[in-house]
């Protein structure tokens, strides 16, 4: 079984729909991590949680929300999706540590299209 | 503003032959420099993770290099395999109070036959 498990792997939804993703790891990491990828970008950060009570914004968070509901699970919302939020979704997680030099580790990514 | 540029955007090189990727970035203060290496819709898997005082860091047939006075980093491949066909990533990691990563948009890499 995987390390870190996201689902849905696809969706297709339509504009104004709400989406939820969502993550769960077996590693016993404290941080978790939202990541969008488009097609010749560089991944940016949605938002990160650094433990269950922690909660923050990254790079691109508009339109965008997150719970952690437990160490375990972070999940993504999108309230209202629209066209331009389809993109593949990566969720990570790392081990804390002070220089931040933890490794990160990635799920299988979940393809969200918007129509 | 922060970037990291990689190039080539795309590569093809023959299996069995070694090839050199490069990663520039303009990322200060700078904490660290990470390769990830990501197959087709897979995540991203980390080759290596080098800090300020490492110019050299190898990973089996994988070798990264680290010049942090011209801020530049190159992963050389050696003995291409097919399976080494993928995306290659170059995350730079800002050393603020957050310690942001600055991902590059990667080099992909197709090995023939």
């Known amino acids: 079984d995987a390390d870190v498990t996201q689902t849905p792997r696809n969706r297709i939804t339509k504009t104004g729909k709400r989406i939820m993703l969502e993550c769960s790891q077996t590693?016993?990491?404290?941080?978790m991590y939202w990541y969008r990828q488009d097609p010749g970008l560089g991944l940016r950060l949605i938002y990160y949680?650094?433990?269950?009570?922690?909660?923050n914004k990254g790079e691109i968070s508009d339109g965008y929300s997150v719970s952690r509901q437990a160490q375990a699970k972070f999940s993504l919302s999108l309230e209202s999706a629209i066209p331009n939020q389809t993109a593949l979704y990566f969720c990570?997680?790392?081990?804390?540590?002070?220089?931040?030099?933890?490794?990160?580790?990635f799920g299988e990514g979940s393809r969200l299209t918007v129509l | 503003k922060n970037q990291v540029e990689q190039s080539p955007q795309s590569l093809i090189i023959l299996e069995g032959k070694n090839c050199t990727l490069q990663?520039?970035?303009?990322?200060?203060?700078?904490?660290?420099l990470r390769w990830y290496k990501q197959d087709t819709g897979r995540g991203p898997v980390s080759l290596t993770i080098?800090?300020?005082s490492e110019n050299t860091k190898s990973n089996g047939r994988y070798t990264a290099t680290l010049d942090a006075d011209t801020k530049q980093s190159s992963l050389h491949i050696t003995a291409s395999q097919l399976s080494d066909s993928a995306s290659y990533i170059c995350?730079?990691?800002?050393?603020?109070?957050?310690?942001?990563?600055?991902w590059g948009a990667g080099t992909k890499l197709i090995i023939k036959p």
């Open positions: 990570a997680t790392s081990d804390p540590d002070r220089a931040n030099t933890g490794e990160l580790f």
């Open positions: 995350v730079v990691s800002e050393a603020d109070s957050n310690y942001q990563l600055i």
């Open positions: 080098m800090t300020f």
């Open positions: 990663c520039n970035y303009t990322v200060s203060p700078f904490s660290n």
């Open positions: 590693k016993g990491h404290d941080r």
């Open positions: 949680s650094f433990d269950v009570k922690d909660i």
